[in-house]
Each structure stands twice: as C-alpha cells, then as structure tokens.
C-alpha cells in the first residue's frame, strides 16, 4: 500500500529557482490517508525555495476527496499569510465544486465554547456552594416526596405494585446472600484473629467471642449488609431509572398519569426495607460463625463455651438497635440511589455519573447515621 | 459513464436473514453501483434495517454473503475489515453521537484513530467537516445540547469523517420537520454529486423517496424479498402491483379497510 519513498515524493515536483515563482505540480491521490504527507512535503519544498509567486498545478491530480481540498485551501491560506502570490493552474471542476463545497469561514469560525470556564477560587467555591444547596433542596423534596408516597401505601396498600417489591426483594436480597455471607465470615475471622493476638497474652482468650458478637452484631453486620445493599442494588436501582429517564420512559409513565415516585421509586424502598434487616441477621449469624472458627481452631475454646459466652455479651436491645438501624440503612440506600436516578437528564455518561453518586452518596449517609445512631443509643442505653 | 458500465460496489447475494425461527429475508440479491443513491423502502417490520445491517457487517448473514468493495465482511480478516472501514460511513437513525464528547471529538475520534494526523490538522478537518453540514462553530458544544435536526447532522458530519466512498443511511428524515428534512436530502443529493459517494438510505418518507432516489428497492415482509426495483417515479406512476401502488398512495392495508367495511 505504501510506495516507495523515492517514488512517492515524486508525487510533488516543482519548478522555478529559490525566492521566484515556483511551480508545484502535485499528482496522485489526495485523500485523508495521505493528507499528512502531502502537507509535510509541500511545507518542507516550500521552506526549502521560499517563493515570490506560487502556481499548484492540478493536471495530474488522480483522485481528490474533501480533505484533499482543505490541503489546497490550507496551502492558499499559508501562502496569503506570507504574502506569497497564490493562483491554481489546469484546476479541474470536479476538485472546484469540492473546494466549493467547503465553507473557507468555517475553517476560521470562533468556537461557541462550553467548556467549563476556570473562574476565580471564590466563584468556583460559590458555585460548588450552591450545587450543593440545590442538591439538598432536591434530596429534601424527595424525602418529602418519598414519605408522602410511603404514607400513601400504608393508607392504601393497593396503590403498591407488590410484584416490583417481591422482584427486587429477590434481586436485592436474596441474589447478594453468597457475597453478604462470604464477606462477614471473612470480618468475623478476621475481627476474631486480631483481638486474639492480644486478648492471648493476658489469658482473656473467652473475650474474643465477646468481642466478636457485640462488634458484629451492633456495628459490624448492619454497616456491611448495608455497604454491600448500596454497592449492588443501590447502584442497580439508579442506573435502571437513569436509562429510564434517558430513554424517556419515566416522561411516559408522567403523561399516563402515574407518579414516577410511587411507582418506580416505593417499590425499591419497600423491597429494601423488608430485605435489609433479614440480610443484617444473616450477615450476624456468619460473622458470629467466621469469630466462632478461630475461637474453636486457634483458641482451645469449644463450640458450647463460645456461643454461651457470645450469648451473654449480647442483649436483646443491641439485636433490637441493629436490627432498627438496618431498616433506616435500607430507607436510605433505595432512597438517595432512586433520587439519583430520577435526577439524570443528558445521556450514557449522566447515568454513570447518577449510578456513582448513589453508591458515594449512600454510604456517606450510613455512617453519618451511624454515628447518629452510635450517640443516641449511647444516652437511652448503654 | 453508464451504469451498466460499472462494477458493483455491493453485491448482495442470496442473503438470508433468520432470528430465531423468524425468517425476516429470504434470497435477497441486490448489486449497489458506485456513487448511485440506492433507497431501500418497504413497511415497518420488512427488514430494511435488517439488511443494511449486513451491508454494514453488524449482522452475518444465515446464508449467502455480502460483498462491499469486493470484501466479504463475514470472513474478512483483520486488515481487510480495518480497510474497509474506512470505506464505509454509517448515520444511524439515531444519530448515535458519544453523548460524552463534544462534537469535535465525536467526529475527530475516527480521524485519530485511522489516521496519523496532527492535532492542529484533525481540528482543521474537523471544523471543515462540520462546515460541510452547516455547524460551523459547533465543534464544542455536547450532543445533548444541540436540535433534533443538527445532530442528525453532526452525525452525518462523523459517518463522513473519513472520506468514505459508500455512506448508509438509516431513516436519516425521521423526526425531523419537513423542512430540516429537506435540506438533509439536499445535502446527501450535493454530497453525492459532489464528491461521487454512493449513498444507500433505509427510508420511509415518500417525499424524501421521491426528492433522492435514484433507484429503488422495495421490501415486503410477507414475501420477506423484494418485490419491486425501480426509478421511484416509474414504480409510483407505472406499478401494477397492488402493494408498491399502496406505500406510494399511502394507502391503508386491505385486510383493515375490509375490517372497517364490514364493521
């Protein structure tokens, strides 16, 4: 395909001495694949002879597509620039009507930027300031919005699509349990094993099963079911309404007449609210059993010593707390990840952005509850 | 030269296109001249898209075979395939911009990618080619802010990125005004003439049939074939076949009139 390197630069010849009128005689094909030779080579000749007057001449040209008319017109730009005298020779009308066809204008036309302008630290801290304050307006109103829609549920039971509850309790619940309970037997070891390496030295070898049950059951198995539930169905929840809202279709469900919260956002809670508290059980129970393995392998503790000890560190209120945080964790997950898919407009990169944002978004506001929870429960028992 | 006297760009040759067990084309053969505009028309749900996907390579036929510029796409290999590519330009019917890049990099995004151009010149052909569709000054703007209308353009501005020799059209005129569709016509019949591409459009819109075609090629998907080849205004004006006198008369089907009839 590529000719040789002799025989391809005889494609451009000139004629005329250094400093007079040359005459650029270009033949073959002039086309986007060869458009950076011509161009190097016509700028290396023309360097080299420095003309007063410059004719292209066209006879041979083989083949010429639109970018082969913008290498012309380039070349009579350069030449008026250096106040060369330009003129074509032997031009055919099939290359005139494609250097025709180009708008010389748009070549030059000043760009309607709109990139994002870098303006002083004030005025990007202001901006930052106030997407932020509209991002809370809109979380707010969703609350609202989200609560209105439970409330009406609850008055109204019929009003929710209960075959959308069971498909997500499935998909949120029941299609995470071979993750959930391979990571929190994974924490159990690994919470387990630590403290051991301490609790040995002073013989306190029967605290690790303390320890184990009271850090999984109130913080520990709560906080990863619901990192867990935010990374997989919190993410899932808001690129399906994002691609909904792209695709139009949340616009339809508006001219129906259905409210897009209550039906593709009440759902999602629901299913996340019955789904997370038995997904938080079931993540204790394996996070109990990862501490349970060391205890009885690594510590000479037996099977009946450490469930007995685990159960007396363990009341029923802490069950109670995790149990209650696990359901808010849930409302909070489907929650914040429904509103970032409702609030998508543009295309495939909003929805990424909307998916991203509801996985950031929902654990920042775990562990900001959390730590809510954590002084509450301090001051009404402890 | 006469038509008669040129090789085929396309060659469709006993093409069957099977889903499933639905049979959507059957034996098709249909040859595409260099720098003809073909108009494959036909109703919804006849295959039209169907076969421009495998003139595009999207589809690998069931049986027969798809030759373009001489090349199998099935069994192409590597080389032949990249080459190819550079031959073909394809506006969707969505326009299919990369809703994440500007306009510049939407159409300088083959550019880089085939050729070994410097920037400043990519930006150069860029700014031409969306001269070519009248966006000048468009280059930053995102696909999202722009008209229904303009991003078919810019879409058409990025199938034409590289100088293809053949540019497929698939419903370039649907949802656009009458008037931002007949200046997309105009512009396919300029860059036809002008530059020589040869121009197959998968289309429906009879006054878009009559302002570009200059063949035509009608579908049906009872037959699942084609059942009418032709000059759009001899197949209009002359047709005795009940079913091209009914798309160009726009005519409802007879089963539903009947219906109406005896309702």
């Known amino acids: 395909m590529t000719a040789p390197a002799e025989r391809k630069s005889d494609l451009i010849r000139t004629r005329g001495e250094r400093g007079e009128t040359v005459k650029l005689l270009l033949s073959g094909r002039i086309a986007l694949s060869s458009l950076g030779f011509y161009r190097e080579e016509i700028r290396r000749r023309l360097e080299d002879l420095k003309p007063k007057e410059l004719i292209v001449d066209l006879t041979n040209i083989e083949y010429l597509d639109s970018s082969g008319a913008l290498l012309l017109l380039e070349l009579e730009r350069r030449a008026k620039d250096q106040a060369i005298v330009f003129s074509f020779d032997n031009m055919p009308d099939e290359v005139r009507h494609i250097m025709d066809l180009i708008n010389p204008e748009a070549l030059v036309a000043t760009a309607a930027k709109t990139e994002r302008k870098h303006g002083y630290v004030l005025e990007e801290i202001g901006e930052a300031s106030e997407a932020l304050y509209k991002d809370l307006i809109g979380v707010l109103t969703f609350v609202g919005e989200i609560l209105d829609a439970l409330f009406q549920a609850v008055r109204n039971p019929r009003l929710v699509r209960w075959e959308d509850v069971l498909f997500y309790v499935k998909r949120a619940g029941v299609d995470g349990l071979p993750i959930l309970s391979l990571l929190s037997l994974l924490m159990g070891l690994i919470i387990a094993f630590m403290s051991s390496l301490q609790l040995k030295q002073f013989g306190a070898n029967i605290y690790v099963a303390s320890l184990v049950g009271i850090a999984i059951i109130r913080e520990l198995g709560p906080m990863m079911t619901a990192i867990i539930v935010a990374g997989r169905s919190g993410s899932a929840f808001a690129a399906e309404i994002g691609t909904m809202k792209v695709n139009e279709e949340v616009d339809a469900l508006v001219t129906m007449g259905f409210e897009p919260t209550q039906f593709l956002a009440v759902p999602k809670v629901l299913a996340a609210m019955i789904v997370v508290p038995i997904l938080t059980l079931y993540s204790d129970f394996f996070g109990i059993a990862g501490g349970l393995l060391v205890g009885i392998t690594g510590l000479d503790l037996t099977i009946h010593t450490y469930i007995q000890q685990t159960a007396k560190s363990v009341t029923l209120f802490d069950f109670g707390t995790s149990l209650f945080k696990s359901v808010v964790f849930a409302a909070l997950i489907a929650g914040i990840s429904c509103q970032r898919g409702l609030q998508v407009r543009g295309g495939a990169e909003a929805v990424g952005a909307a998916t991203t944002s509801a996985v950031v978004s929902s654990i920042f506001l775990i562990i900001v509850a959390d730590s809510a929870f954590a002084i509450i429960f301090y001051y009404v028992q402890w | ?263």
């Open chain 2, 1 to 263: 030269m006469a038509a008669a006297d040129r090789e085929p760009i396309i060659i469709v040759e006993n093409l069957t296109a099977r889903f499933g067990d639905d049979t959507i084309l059957e034996g098709i053969n249909l040859t595409v001249l260099p720098g003809e505009i073909l108009v494959i028309i036909g109703e919804s749900g006849c295959g039209k898209t169907v076969l421009l996907k495998h003139m595009i390579g999207l589809f690998t036929p069931c049986e027969g075979r798809v030759l373009v510029k001489g090349i199998n796409l099935a069994g192409a290999s590597d080389a032949e395939r990249r080459r190819l590519r550079m031959e073909i330009g394809v506006l969707f019917q969505s326009g299919a911009l990369f809703g994440s890049m500007t306009l510049a990099e939407n159409i300088g995004l083959p550019i880089s990618e085939y050729t070994s151009l410097p920037p400043e010149m990519i930006d150069l052909v860029v700014k031409m080619k969306l001269g070519l569709v009248n966006l000048a000054g468009h280059e930053h703007h995102m696909p999202a802010e722009l008209s229904g209308g303009m991003k078919k353009r810019a879409a058409l501005a990025r199938a034409m990125a590289l100088d293809p020799s053949i540019l497929f059209f698939d419903e370039p005129s649907s949802g656009l005004d009458p008037v931002t569709a007949a200046g997309l016509d105009l512009l396919i019949k300029e860059i036809n003439r002008i530059l020589g591409t040869t121009m197959v459009i998968v289309t429906h819109e009879l006054a878009s049939i009559m302002n570009i075609a200059q063949r035509v090629v009608m579908l049906d998907k009872h037959v699942r074939g084609i059942i009418a080849e032709g000059d759009p205004r001899e197949l209009k004006e002359c047709s005795r076949d009940p079913r091209v006198i009914a798309f160009f008369n726009r005519q409802p089907p007879q089963t539903r009139t009947g219906d109406i009839h005896h309702g």
